[in-house]
Structure formats: structure tokens, C-alpha cells
């Protein structure tokens, strides 16, 4: 009303319009008493606007038109829930191909200061009769595993726990069959530093290794003391399982799994994540460490024994569906349907992401990536995560790679998501970060990096007249052209899918298990921990 009247009294302010001679004869007794009052107290202006707003309030009471402060304010505009870009269901198809594999192969000493006599300098094919269809090892593994497009579990590398799941504790050189999962159709795996999680098209859980600290997530009845290292006279005992036992269940059909060091997580169809094992850095997200004083001198952990749900809510309350997870050695990342990004864990080296070195007990959003409406800087949501050792990797919707963390401790880290400039106008279709060193499947070329030492696992050739390692990325001339569908690199080893075609049966085949296979190198390469 207020408005409508400014319109017709052609007045800036209708409320302090100075009163006329004529408008103030009109006024009863009261009215001029009331005016006096407030003149003598706050001046003309305060009483001007006082007895302005009286006379509007009585005449839009006279003419029955509501005051603009009785109207009903206008309903908020909500916004409308972000568009889910993830999905957190089975992958019914993958593309499949031959397995490419890089790196060490003495996976019993790699992790140790001895030399590292037998690698594959170039990326070498192997279980040329079948067709891979994914591959899994971690930043703390020096195993790995291959699923076939059948669903079959082929597994290979250090085996001191179990970890193969093939009934025994023996190292192998050689991708093995897993047959105690042959009545299984398995789609995913993870590895830890000591352990294995499959899951099954069906959305079951297996896994075997080590259960120290309950990163199997299976009771004590599937387990059996081994001695795993230690002196004659005091043997160093853990409780394994050398074979695949089932893990009990949380929600619906597991579909994806991921492994750290020494705890393990999963998300279901529905988008439910859970989590279990050792909580040391806060890496389960329950708040706490764990930790409490066993005994004097002595430090240990309450486990988390089994799967437990951790529920996640975007920052804009709209998204609970978590599409993926991955762990590195101590943090964690959880990729949420609508692209947003927690982390939690371990803060050393800026892994975390969150502008600082803390450790996360809990899961914090990422204020640089995901739903445009919230972020606070790039206000792009993530479609890929990949963690390291000490560092992380986000895709985005836009193409664009973020890191943050660090490769290399002695150089200077990345305390929040960054840019790879070098990875600009690529097609990124898998990132894979291990120990140090990260891989990258982009269009029809594998672009490597990471500090030295390495072992073959850059693919970059001889190592008497290639480089053996690079602090920037760099491509992998010898499979260029050559289509890759997934990377993944663990501790001084790695493997690959490539397309199979021509290019690729050109490449060299690993033959033995004795380093007869000319790509193996005698060179000695130490690592210093």
C-alpha cells in the first residue's frame, strides 16, 4: 500500500512528508496531543514519521487492504536437489581385454631395503588365453588381482598372510586361479597391505589375508594362527585366513569394495557405505582412533570387527546415496551421488584435502569440489576418486583432474584440491595412485609419474637408456596408441587392461617364473625406507 501511495503523493518517502497547515486542522485533540509528545521527545522527523504511519495504517485499515509487515511472506524458493551423476549400482558390463603388467617381481622384498633384482621395465602381457575385465592392488600391496569377464579370480604377488586366498601362504610370481572362488561369479576386489576383499555379482562379500586388527570383517572361527615372521624362539603369530571366507553382510548386494593398510570398506546398491578394521587415524570415520593404554608401554586399538554403516549427507541435505569409495594406507574418500567429495583419516601431507595437516575422525566435505551451488571455489562435482599412499586424485564432471596431497615427501604438498595442468583437454578414464607412483589411462595413451625408487612400474624401458622415474607426468611411448581401459599400480608393481588388438599381441609376453624373459632385469635397484 506504502508503495501505492509514493506513487501518488510523487514522494521519495510518503512517511516523511511534512504535514501542511491544512492536514494538521484537521487532526482531533488526541492526535495533536500525541504529535507534541513525540516532538518534544525525538524531534520533527520522529514524530513526522510517527503520526505518518498512523494515519496510513487507520486508512488501509478504512479501505480493508492488508499492511505490507501482515502480508504473508513470499515462499522460499527451494532449490532444486543436484542432479545425481554417480551411481552406486553393479556394473553389469565392463570392457574387457589383456592384461598388461609392470614392475617388480620380487614381491617378498620390495618393501625392504634389499635390491630388487627381477622387474619388468616394460609392460609385458600375461593370462594371454582369457579376457580381463578389472584389476585391483593398493598403495600398500604387493599383490594384486584380475577378474576375468567370467567372473573368475586370478591372484598373484606376496602371499605371507593368505592374502592370494589360494589355501596357502606361498609367493606367486604368476597370476594364479583362485578355485576356492570358482563357483563364484566375482566382480570387484581391493587389497590391503595384508589382505583381499572380493565381492560377487551376486552382492556378496568374501575376503582372506590377515585379521590382526579385523580388517576381514569375519569371526574368529575362520581364522587360524600363522607365524608370519619373527625368530625360531619367538615366532611372530597372526590370526589368517589363507582361504576366501564371507564377510557378513550390512545392507543390500555389495558392489563396491576398497582397501587401506590395515581396515576395509564397502558400499552397497542402495548407496550405503560401511566400514571396519583398524580406526588408528580416524580413517573409519567413527570419531575416534581407537586408541587406549593396553598395558604399561603399551599401545592398542579398540577394532571396528565387522561392517559398519557410516551415514553421509551432502553439504546441500539433498544426497545420501554414496556412489564409491577409496582408501589410501590411512584416509579415506567417499564420492557421493550428486559429486560431492568426503575425506577423513589421516591429514598428514594434505591428503585430506581440507587446507591443513589435521587429522579427519569424522567425514568433512570438500569446500573445493562438487554441486556448483555450495562449493567454494571450482563448483564442479566429481565423477572419479583415486587415493594414494599420501595423496588423492578427483575426475570432475567438466574433465578436469584435481590432486592434492603428495607423491613425494620431501617435496612441497598440495593442501587442497589442485588442478593437474598437464592432464588438461585429456579424456581420463582411470587413475590409479600406489605407493609413489600414479598411473593414467587417458584416450589412447598411459601417462606415468612418480619419484624414485620405482621398478618397471612407469613403463618406461630400459633403465641403462630410459629414465627410471619422473616428478612429472609423462607418456608411456611404448603402448602409445594403444587403448587402456584400467590402470592399477600397488608398491613397486602395477597392471593394466589394453585393448586387444594387434598393437597389443605385439607386445612382449612374461615367460617364467626365474627371470628367463628378456624384459626381466638383473639391475639392481635398492629401495631406502
Known amino acids: 500500500m506504502l508503495s501505492a501511495q509514493q506513487a501518488a503523493w510523487g514522494a521519495k518517502d510518503p512517511l516523511r512528508e511534512k504535514f501542511t497547515k ?18 518534544d521527545l525525538h524531534g520533527i522527523e520522529k514524530a513526522t514519521y510517527t503520526m505518518r504511519k498512523l494515519f496510513a495504517k487507520r486508512k488501509a485499515e478504512a479501505d480493508g487492504v492488508p499492511l505490507e509487515s501482515e502480508k504473508k511472506p513470499a515462499p522460499k524458493k527451494e532449490l532444486e536437489p543436484a542432479p545425481l551423476i ?36 616394460t609392460y609385458h602381457r600375461s593370462l594371454t588365453s582369457v579376457r580381463v575385465a578389472y584389476i585391483a592392488t593398493g598403495p600398500a600391496s604387493c599383490h594384486t588381482i584380475a577378474i576375468t569377464d567370467e567372473g573368475q579370480a586370478y591372484a598373484w604377488g606376496r602371499n605371507k598372510h593368505g592374502q592370494l586366498g589360494l589355501g596357502d601362504a606361498k609367493m606367486r610370481v604368476h597370476p594364479e586361479h583362485i578355485r576356492l572362488l570358482a563357483n563364484e561369479k566375482v566382480s570387484v576386489a581391493a587389497t590391503g597391505r595384508k589382505h583381499t576383499l572380493f565381492a560377487t555379482a551376486a552382492g556378496d562379500m568374501f575376503a582372506c589375508g590377515s585379521n590382526a586388527e579385523h580388517q576381514l570383517g569375519v569371526g574368529g572361527n575362520v581364522t587360524k594362527a600363522m607365524i608370519v615372521g619373527g625368530s625360531a624362539d619367538k615366532p611372530q603369530l597372526e590370526p589368517c585366513a589363507t582361504k576366501p571366507s564371507q564377510v557378513g553382510g550390512f545392507g543390500s548386494a555389495v558392489t563396491r569394495v576398497s582397501c587401506g593398510a590395515e581396515f576395509s570398506a564397502a558400499v552397497d546398491c542402495n548407496g550405503l557405505l560401511a566400514m571396519w578394521g583398524k580406526p588408528e587415524y580416524g580413517q573409519l570415520g567413527n570419531g575416534t582412533t581407537g586408541e587406549y593404554i593396553a598395558k604399561a608401554g603399551k599401545v592398542d586399538y579398540s577394532y571396528v570387527e565387522s561392517p559398519e554403516i557410516r551415514a553421509l549427507q551432502s553439504p546441500a541435505g539433498d544426497c545420501a546415496q554414496v556412489a564409491d569409495v577409496a582408501c589410501g594406507n590411512n584416509h579415506t574418500l567417499a564420492l557421493m551421488a550428486d559429486g560431492t567429495v568426503f575425506t577423513w583419516g589421516f591429514g598428514g601431507y594434505g591428503r585430506l584435502g581440507h587446507r591443513d595437516g589435521a587429522d579427519q575422525m569424522i567425514p568433512k566435505a570438500l569446500a573445493d569440489i562438487g554441486p556448483a551451488r555450495w562449493t567454494r571455489r571450482q563448483g564442479v562435482a566429481a565423477t572419479m576418486i583415486a587415493a594414494g599412499s599420501t595423496c588423492s586424485f578427483a575426475r570432475c564432471q567438466n574433465g578436469v583432474c584435481y590432486f592434492w596431497g603428495t607423491n613425494k615427501p620431501s617435496a612441497e604438498a598440495t593442501m587442497s584440491p589442485k588442478a593437474v595442468s598437464d592432464l588438461s583437454g585429456w579424456q581420463v578414464s582411470s587413475i590409479s595412485c600406489g605407493n609413489s607412483s600414479t598411473l593414467v589411462a587417458a584416450d589412447s595413451s598411459v601417462i606415468t609419474w612418480g619419484p624414485s625408487p620405482t621398478y618397471g612400474e612407469l613403463g618406461y624401458g630400459d633403465p641403462n637408456v630410459a629414465p627410471k622415474s619422473s616428478t612429472k607426468p609423462k607418456l608411456v611411448d611404448a603402448i602409445e596408441g594403444i587403448k587402456v581401459h584400467m590402470v592399477s599400480v600397488g608398491f613397486g608393481h602395477c597392471a593394466l587392461i589394453a585393448e586387444d588388438n594387434d598393437n597389443t599381441r605385439q607386445l612382449p609376453v612374461v615367460e617364467g617364473a626365474n627371470g628367463e624373459d628378456s624384459g626381466i632385469s638383473g639391475k639392481k635397484h635398492a629401495r631406502s625406507d
Request: charged content about 30%; hydrophobic content about 30%.
Open 22 to 39: 491544512e492536514e494538521k486542522k484537521l487532526w482531533t485533540k488526541e492526535e495533536k496531543k500525541m504529535y507534541k509528545c513525540c516532538y
Open 86 to 121: 554417480n551411481s552406486s549400482k553393479a556394473v553389469s558390463e565392463r570392457p574387457s581385454g589383456q592384461l598388461l603388467l609392470g614392475g617388480t617381481l620380487d614381491f617378498d622384498t620390495v618393501t625392504s631395503s634389499k635390491p630388487a633384482l627381477r622387474n619388468l621395465w
